[in-house]
Nanobody
Framework: QVQLVESGGGLVQPGGSLRLSCAAS????????MGWYRQAPGKQRELVAG???????NYADSVKGRFLISRDNAKNTVFLQMDSLIPEDTAVYYC??????????????WGQGTQVTVSS
């Protein structure tokens, strides 16, 4: 069974850094468009950063210059390096990916989410 597992969230002071990881596991033939979303209390889930199918990257305007998305294709893992964190970055961060499992069709998957809290 295919799943996305996030790690790396936690409590950090303003100006600090965190690095999130998301590993896709299971019987995977191909992965496309891995990325990170976040959802703050009372707000809609929004794209934070992601890889496009062509290999480019997209970032939310609010995180440009502070966050960096990267990936290790050999390990089916995507990372989100978050620097200069501000309280407005507080949210549950979710990993998302389009995955083609062996013997099945392309599906969109979500991780379980990891809490990031920026507070002094």
């Amino acid at each position: 069974q295919v799943q996305l597992v996030e790690s790396g969230g936690g409590l950090v002071q303003p100006g600090g850094s965190l690095r999130l990881s998301c590993a896709a596991s299971g019987s995977i033939r191909s992965i496309n468009a891995m990325g990170w979303y976040r959802q703050a209390p009372g707000k809609q889930r929004e794209l934070v950063a992601g890889f496009t199918p062509s290999g480019g990257t997209n970032y939310a305007d609010s995180v440009k210059g502070r966050f960096l998305i990267s990936r290790d294709n050999a390990k089916n893992t995507v990372f989100l390096q978050m620097d200069s964190l501000i309280p407005e970055d507080t949210a549950v961060y979710y990993c998302n990916a389009d995955i083609n499992p062996w013997g099945s069709i392309w599906k969109n998957y979500w991780g379980q989410g990891t809490q990031v809290t920026v507070s002094s």
